[in-house]
Nanobody, 123 residues
């Protein structure tokens, strides 16, 4: 049984940083791509970032390029999202996703999802 557990969300001021973690179990972690998505109130879930099996390829939404960094530790079966220079428009629930069977930027591609962690950027 696959389980994805996100952590690290919280309240941060604009310009601040947070690091999200997603601990995975129940699947051979190193054999799958991983992704992060987010959903703001009243909006659809959107792609944030994705990373290949070894971490050699990374993909980002234009809105977070240069501010967010996705990484993974296959030994710890954990994927991370380092978020810097946070803006109020980054406020959302952030979801970890595993094993896309199609384009990594499309939420419908992913087989498994975590429950999400809230990120609020406000002064």
């Amino acid at each position: 049984q696959v389980q994805l557990v996100e952590s690290g969300g919280g309240l941060v001021q604009p310009g601040g940083s947070l690091r999200l973690s997603c601990a995975a179990s129940g699947r051979t972690f190193s054999s799958v791509y991983m992704g992060w998505f987010r959903q703001a109130p009243g909006k659809e879930r959107e792609f944030v970032a994705a990373i290949s099996r070894s971490g050699g390829n990374r993909f980002y939404a234009d809105s977070v390029k240069g501010r967010f960094t996705i990484s993974r530790d296959n030994a710890k079966t954990t994927v991370y999202l380092q978020m810097n220079n946070l803006k109020p428009e980054d406020t959302a629930i952030y979801y970890c996703a595993m094993e896309p069977r199609g384009p990594v930027t499309t939420q419908g591609s992913y087989l498994y999802w975590g429950q999400g962690t809230q990120v609020t950027v406000s002064s």
